[in-house]
């Protein structure tokens, strides 16, 4: 499935990620990823590694390297947000974008009470400035060097 706001492997690699609930290298996500290339093959582990390194500086995962382990030359990877926080953004940023959100709100969810959809358009306080993109819920993580 994909994520709104992600690209289809950001969006399996996340999903396996908030499924995994632990820190994992890259070798790890790509032995276990349930994704497929184009051409049905499944993707280099440079290719995840870039991937994960990019999903790392939107702020979705976080990263470290882990002196009690024998390897400590990997980055351990493990999502800086849940799921639920992430896609609550992705939603609360559509709504931002409407002119009238309830109106969005009442053709999503049709079987809503209307009365239930007003008061949930009008608990939300008013936003002095934008939201971020529903890509990016939360600033960036503070950067860690690189390894020499």
């Known amino acids: 499935m994909i994520v709104p706001g992600l690209g289809p492997l950001e969006s399996a690699i996340m999903t396996f990620v908030w499924d995994?609930?632990?820190?994992?290298?890259?070798?790890?996500?790509?032995?276990?990823?349930?994704?497929?290339?184009?051409?049905?093959?499944?993707?280099?582990?440079?290719?995840?590694?870039?991937?994960?390194n990019i999903l790392w500086r939107k702020g979705l995962l976080t990263r470290a390297k882990h002196s009690h382990r024998s390897d400590t030359r990997r980055w351990w990877y493990q999502a800086r947000i849940s799921r639920e926080t992430y896609l609550a953004g992705v939603i609360a940023a559509v709504l931002d974008c409407a002119p009238d959100p309830t109106a969005v709100l009442l053709r999503a969810f049709p079987t809503a009470v209307a009365s239930q959809v007003s008061r949930l358009s009008v608990a939300r306080p008013a936003q002095a400035a934008p939201r971020r993109p529903a890509a990016a819920p939360l600033p960036p993580a503070p950067r860690q060097a690189a390894p020499p």
């Open 20 to 52: 995994a609930g632990q820190p994992l290298t890259v070798g790890a996500v790509c032995d276990q990823l349930d994704y497929r290339t184009g051409n049905g093959g499944e993707p280099a582990y440079t290719t995840v590694m870039t991937v994960m």
